[in-house]
């Protein structure tokens, strides 16, 4: 384990020598922009066992504003055999609202439909997305975002109010 937090360690401060090396190109998004993300349900969800994550595709089909779809999967490895498996679509309208040559934040509206197996339920959730992306290489971005959301479950009649604290995300994208 020692290992492994020194070669993050080593990782990290090579990625930020080199971010502050390298001049990026000004990110004001334009109409046509494109990119392929990947994400992952932050450093928690990092192990053989479990994984949290999926892939996506934004779109700026305004100037400074974007849709995105994603895919996402969330594989959890519990002690008592019960493996539960979620998949999940979401698509996102997002607003590109303050940033500098390299730096953004974006806020916006998003709907997410979930299916849950072994139990083969159903959810859906609408709510809002507040992000922010630093872009240390001309096509490269890391960004974050934590989502406030109205979920219902129709399975067992309910509906519940979230506060991003089981959807903070981390965000890598690749320009096209």
Not at 11 to 18: E, G, K, N, S, W
Not at 34 to 48: H, I, R
Not at 137 to 147: D, F, M, P, T, V
């Amino acid at each position: 384990m020692k290992q492994f937090k020194s070669l993050l360690m080593l990782f990290v401060t090579i990625l930020l020598l080199v971010s502050v090396s390298v001049p990026a190109s000004s990110q004001q998004h334009q109409q046509g922009d494109k990119a392929m993300l990947f994400t992952f349900g932050g450093f928690g969800n990092l192990s053989a066992a479990n994984f949290n994550g999926g892939v996506g595709f934004q779109y700026y089909w305004l100037n400074r504003t974007s849709f995105r779809g994603s895919l996402g999967f969330d594989i959890t490895d519990s002690p008592n055999g019960n493996n539960p498996k979620n998949v999940n679509g979401s698509g996102a309208l997002l607003f590109d609202f303050a940033g500098t040559n390299n730096t953004y934040a974006y806020v916006g509206p998003e709907f997410t439909f979930n299916h849950t197996e072994p139990q083969s339920q159903n959810s859906y959730s609408f709510g809002g997305v507040l992000g922010a992306s630093f872009t240390p290489w001309q096509n490269i971005s890391l960004g974050a975002e934590y989502k406030l959301a109205v979920v219902r479950d129709p399975s067992n009649n309910s509906t519940s109010f979230k506060l991003g604290d089981t959807t903070g995300k981390v965000i890598l994208a690749i320009w096209l």
